[in-house]
């Protein structure tokens, strides 16, 4: 195992203290215990959002933690959940009084232990509410679920449902529009490799050189197949029929989000947009915004993930709005 780091029992906890270091003006980071809130948070009067899981997926989702996004982020050691009592601390971080939105990918432990936490801080007189990420088309049990994984749509989530709590909605109308995106958003992804956990010291699995893991989870989780490596456009064609076949997209403008697994130049990702774009032009299917890069990675992975939202005026005035975090920054 080759990595830059230190001892394995200090891998998040060094990570959190760079981070902290690099974007002091962005973020506050508590590591007693273990969360990243906003800077300047909480924020009277607006609704809280509040997101986590396993470290590993960086900048997932420490690194959307500001201004138009989350108010805090509750990072578990790598590829594991954050226990309850650091989700209730970030939550009372984010809680300006208007409420709390729980944003949780649809992990078994992700939601157990957001849920404890919601128990105990409601308790306390903090409104929480959640929504569960499900937007992976791949399978629809895994080794971490029960239903659909949460992966790369809980960025689009995060994004829209933070505008809205940053124009002043209150917490139901926050809820729904993220249960809006939720629902219209797809993805799925793919893996050349897999990444290697710190603690385990080795790939969670090992491919052959010609062959790769379609609909692979972002914990590297097995997905639909083993399949021989083929040229890009043939693998973009696979992920996208998936999507396709799970959504009717026409009629509506789209969100066109190209996601690296941490180890894929930015130049593949492009050559996989490319033809993800064509795909969608020969169905008529406008792209009306684009995102490509790594925003939800898993460790070194070589690999990547395609996601569509479908794109209305509210979705794409919200998208659009301000937003200053780490990794997403526009308008601003």
Same mark, same amino acid.
């Given at each position: 195992m080759k990595k830059l780091i230190n001892d394995v029992p200090d891998v998040? %906890?060094?990570?959190?203290? &760079?981070?902290g270091r690099a974007h002091a003006d962005i973020v506050r980071v508590s590591q007693d215990p273990k969360?990243?809130?906003? *800077? =300047? &948070?909480? @924020?009277q009067g607006k609704v809280g959002l509040v997101s986590g899981g396993g470290s590993g997926h960086e900048p997932l989702h420490a690194g959307f933690v500001g201004k138009g996004m989350l108010d805090a982020a509750v990072p578990g050691e790598v590829f594991t959940s954050p226990t309850p009592m650091p989700i209730v601390e970030a939550t009372k971080a984010a809680d300006g009084g208007a409420g709390v939105l729980h944003i949780v990918k649809n992990y078994t432990g992700d939601v157990l232990n957001f849920e404890t936490a919601a128990d105990l801080v409601g308790a306390e007189g903090i409104t929480v509410r959640a929504v569960v990420t499900n937007d992976d088309v791949a399978v629809q049990d895994s080794l971490y679920t029960a239903g659909r994984r949460g992966v790369a749509g809980t960025v689009l989530v995060e994004k829209?449902?933070?505008?809205?709590? =940053?124009r002043g909605d209150d917490l139901d109308t926050v809820t729904a529009i993220a249960e809006? @995106?939720? *629902?219209? @958003?797809?993805?799925?992804? $793919?893996? $050349?490799?897999? &990444? %290697?956990?710190? /603690?385990a010291g080795e790939p969670g699995f090992v491919l052959p050189e010609d062959e790769i893991e379609f609909g692979v989870g972002i914990h590297g989780e097995p997905g639909r197949e083993r399949i021989k490596l083929e040229p890009a456009d043939r693998l973009v064609d696979r992920m996208m029929d998936a999507i396709l076949a799970d959504l009717s997209y026409e009629g509506s403008p789209v969100l066109l989000f190209v996601n690296g697994m941490g180890g894929t130049p930015l130049s593949e990702l492009y050559i996989l947009y490319r033809r993800a774009a064509e795909i969608l032009d020969e169905r008529g299917i406008q792209i009306s915004r684009s995102l490509? &890069?790594?925003?939800? %990675?898993? $460790?070194?992975?070589?690999?990547?993930?395609?996601t569509l939202l479908k794109l209305d005026d509210e979705f794409t005035q919200l998208w659009d709005a301000p @937003? /200053? %975090?780490?990794? $997403?920054r526009w308008g601003i």
């Open positions: 998040v %906890t060094e990570s959190l203290a &760079g981070f969360f990243v809130s906003r *800077a =300047d &948070g909480p @924020v829209i449902a933070g505008a809205s709590a =940053d809006r @995106v939720n *629902a219209n @958003v797809r993805s799925i992804g $793919l893996a $050349l490799t897999d &990444g %290697t956990v710190p /603690h490509v &890069g790594n925003y939800v %990675t898993s $460790l070194e992975m070589q690999g990547a993930s395609i @937003v /200053h %975090t780490a990794a $997403l």
